[in-house]
């Protein structure tokens, strides 16, 4: 029994200038080799320009426990959000 | 389908009152439509199945790059043979995408692949046909990936997300294979005379396996209803296969060919086909690992990953080199 590739999160951008998104991962002995198999597994159809590769056990993921803690303190700050601000019908371009 | 009778290893259907307080919080969540992600909390039998449902799909997608594979050197023209390459790998590709959605669930790749060349892991019993013309390529594409497609597109909307991402992924490239397929098929059918009946002996041969590819009827099935609890089978067996033959019968009809079965006929009151008795023996047989290709198909992959695994171990080697190099030299 060998040992196994590591694991490669892949992120790749697309044409239109939207930040690099995750689409997968795959196995690869080294960084040179993660980015050429992303570009055969992900990018078979101009869905990108650019590539990055980040080893899977270097990511730090919040745990599905600390959800409450992390994000609850967003939910009662309404005032966030621009529509929280009413404004008269007569008053442009606010 | 390509993930066929997955096992839950469940006897009955958990109902609410058995289930402890974490299982009734996983089961509303599943109600609710939110998506399982893999570090969430969930029951054992649900990982395990899920395990055993997208590894299968994983299998079959790279075992049946074997079938239309043996037609790439003999592909009618260089265009023919492009597209067909090009089909291959995107089946590759599929098939990167579920072992990393399982991956997801603990499991990993290597165990897998174990797993199917010892014959403890399934894969669909469509690819133990042999492609005996170049017309069994059209007629794969047409059939074998029309119906992954009607299957595919449901789960796209299963509850555990990394495989509801991979089914998204893998339904955008597959209408290009079943296009391919029935561009080949139109070919044939509307070629000489020898090439309509190579297209029809394909459609005859093609016909049930494919028509059985949805797996034997559901309604009794302990597992198919657990399974649909935790929406991770979205449609029937039975309601996907009625929608495959509603589908695939009027593309027949135009392409002049006679689907092999002298019990079709449409049904005017129900707005559907009526078909005839399902051979579901020879189902079994092919399951159980007696259909005409299946010892074929696992030695090759069993050959293929033994002689790649210098391969395998060579990258590994020199990758951990050149890791040693750069951390003496930093």
Known sequence: MTKEWPLWEIFIRSQHGLAHKHVGSLHAADAPMAIKNARDVYTRRNEGVSIWAVRSAEITASAPGDREALFEPANDKVYRHPTFFPMPDEVKHL | ?330
């Not at chain 2, 089961?27 to 997208?54: G, N, S």
């Open chain 2, 1 to 330: 389908m390509y993930a066929q009778m997955v096992d839950t290893g469940v006897k009955a259907v958990a109902a609410a009152a058995d289930m402890s307080p974490e299982e009734q919080a996983f089961q509303a969540r599943i109600d609710a439509d939110i998506k399982i992600e893999p570090k969430d909390w969930m029951p054992e039998a649900y990982r395990k199945t899920l395990v055993r449902q997208i590894s299968q799909h994983a299998h079959s997608e790279i075992v049946g790059m074997l079938p239309e594979g043996n037609w790439i050197t003999r592909a009618p023209s260089l265009s023919r043979k492009a597209i067909l390459m090009a089909k291959v790998q995107d089946e590759g590709g599929h098939g990167l995408y579920l072992y990393a959605a399982a991956e997801t669930l603990g499991v990993s790749r290597d165990r897998m692949i174990e797993d199917l060349h010892a014959g403890r892991a399934k894969y669909s019993s469509i690819f133990n046909y042999p492609t005996l013309t170049w017309a069994d390529v059209g007629a794969i594409g047409w059939l074998v990936d029309g119906a992954a497609i009607m299957n595919q597109i449901p789960l796209c909307r299963c509850s555990f997300g990394p495989y509801a991402r991979a089914m998204v992924r893998v339904c955008k490239e597959e209408s290009f294979h079943q296009r391919q397929g029935y561009a080949i098929m139109i070919a044939l059918a509307q070629g000489t005379a020898e090439q309509k009946a190579m297209a029809q002996d394909a459609l005859n041969r093609w016909w049930w396996p494919s028509v059985m590819m949805f797996g034997p009827p559901d309604a009794e099935s302990v597992h198919s209803a657990q399974s649909a609890a935790w929406k991770i089978k979205i449609m029937s067996n039975d309601e996907l296969r009625q929608r495959f033959i509603d589908q695939t019968v009027p593309q027949a009809d135009y392409l002049g060919l006679t689907v092999p079965d002298p019990d079709l006929k449409w049904n005017a009151l129900q707005q559907r086909y009526d078909f005839g008795a399902i051979d579901w023996n020879e189902f079994y047989e092919v399951i159980k690992g007696n259909g005409p290709c299946n010892r074929e198909r696992l030695a090759t992959r069993v050959k293929a990953w033994e002689d790649g695994a210098w391969v395998r171990e060579a990258a590994m080697a020199h990758a951990e080199k050149q890791a040693a190099r750069a951390a003496k030299a930093a």
